[in-house]
T-cell receptor, first 114, second 115 residues
Framework: AQSVTQPDIHITVSEGASLELRCNYS??????LFWYVQSPGQGLQLLLK????DTLVQGIKGFEAEFKRSQSSFNLRKPSVHWSDAAEYFC????????????WGLGTSLAVNP | NAGVTQTPKFQVLKTGQSMTLQCAQD?????MSWYRQDPGMGLRLIHY???????DQGEVPNGYNVSRSTTEDFPLRLLSAAPSQTSVYFC??????????????FGPGTRLTVL
């Protein structure tokens, strides 16, 4: 069965510290993976996506993610967090075929201490 | 482009009432979907459409109907509102690549409370 797991429900980091948000997936075919961010009271915005090729993907707002097939992971990273990065982060997997759709993780809530 | 628009932004209903949440996009996207977002449960797919005249159920379709008569519009109907349908509803659209290589664009959401 297809699934996306985000092991960390809530993470708190200090401003300027590095960040890594974890995402694990289960899927029998080639995964197409996404990270979205949701600021408080807002809709979702795409940070980055992976389809093929280079396993290190660059996104907006200084984020990057690394796809590791052997670990079924697609972790999101940022070298230095800003207070404005406080938000909810969602990892998602696109399931191909006739019933194509996104499978979502439950999200990780990021708090940033000044 | 306005992108994906949703109306209303907020709505309060009484149990048993019906209503329609509107969603429109001006990007000529084939793929549209409705999600509900509840605390601790992430985003759950209610219904989706891969093009005008074609709709299908997601993981939580009960109590909701959809139709897709045009490419632009994808309304979500609550037939008889229940308190369990209190949630934030998001509409999303994308060009509909079979491989999912395109970005999903989300509307700002509708916050629905059912009393």
């Amino acid at each position: 069965a297809q699934s996306v797991t985000q092991p960390d429900i809530h993470i708190t980091v200090s401003e300027g510290a590095s960040l890594e948000l974890r995402c694990n997936y289960s899927y029998g075919a080639t995964p197409y993976l996404f990270w979205y961010v949701q600021s408080p009271g807002q809709g979702l915005q795409l940070l980055l996506k992976y389809f093929s090729g280079d396993t290190l993907v660059q996104g907006i707002k200084g984020f990057e993610a690394e796809f590791k097939r052997s670990q079924s992971s697609f972790n999101l990273r940022k070298p230095s967090v800003h207070w404005s990065d406080a938000a909810e982060y969602f990892c998602a997997l696109w399931v191909t075929g006739n019933n194509r759709k996104l499978i979502w993780g439950l999200g990780t809530s990021l708090a940033v201490n000044p | 482009n306005a992108g994906v628009t949703q109306t209303p932004k907020f709505q309060v209903l009484k149990t048993g009432q019906s209503m329609t949440l509107q969603c429109a996009q001006d990007m000529n996207h084939e793929y549209m979907s409705w999600y509900r977002q509840d605390p601790g449960m992430g985003l759950r797919l209610i219904h989706y459409s891969v093009g005008a005249g074609i709709t299908d159920q997601g993981e939580v379709p009960n109590g909701y109907n959809v139709s897709r008569s045009t490419t632009e519009d994808f309304p979500l109907r609550l037939l008889s509102a229940a308190p369990s349908q209190t949630s934030v509803y998001f509409c999303a659209s994308s060009s509909g690549s079979l491989l999912g290589t395109d970005t999903q664009y989300f509307g700002p959401g509708t916050r629905l409370t059912v009393l």
